[in-house]
Nanobody
């Protein structure tokens, strides 16, 4: 069983910056391909950034040029640096593996609690 713990969210003004962290623990023997997702109220969860084991990155058009995903394999941690934040970035942010783990004894994917990011006008 893998555990995903997001942190670093909070309230920030438009134009501000924030860095999110994702600690991976439990069954993970190494930190493989990872992604950051977000879900705004009434919206579907969307993938905003990915990073491969080798450090190659991809971003959703909505965050290109503003967000940077990075990783520290030794610390089993993935980061999301968010700059130039906009009110539309307000959402709960989650990290997860490319290949989704399943909660033990269930058919549900493992997801963390996420961290709330609120961008005010």
């Amino acid at each position: 069983q893998v555990q995903l713990v997001e942190s670093g969210g909070g309230l920030v003004q438009a134009g501000g910056s924030m860095r999110l962290s994702c600690a991976v623990s439990g069954s993970a023997l190494s930190i493989g391909p990872m992604g950051w997702y977000r879900q705004a109220p009434g919206k579907q969860r969307e993938l905003v950034a990915t990073i491969t084991s080798g450090g190659n990155t991809n971003y959703a058009d909505s965050v290109k040029g503003r967000f940077t995903i990075s990783r520290d394999n030794a610390k089993y941690t993935v980061y999301l640096q968010m700059n130039g934040l906009k009110p539309e970035d307000t959402a709960v942010y989650y990290c997860n593996t490319q290949k989704k783990w399943i909660v033990a004894g269930t058919s549900r994917e493992v997801w963390g609690q996420g961290t709330q990011v609120t961008v005010s006008s």
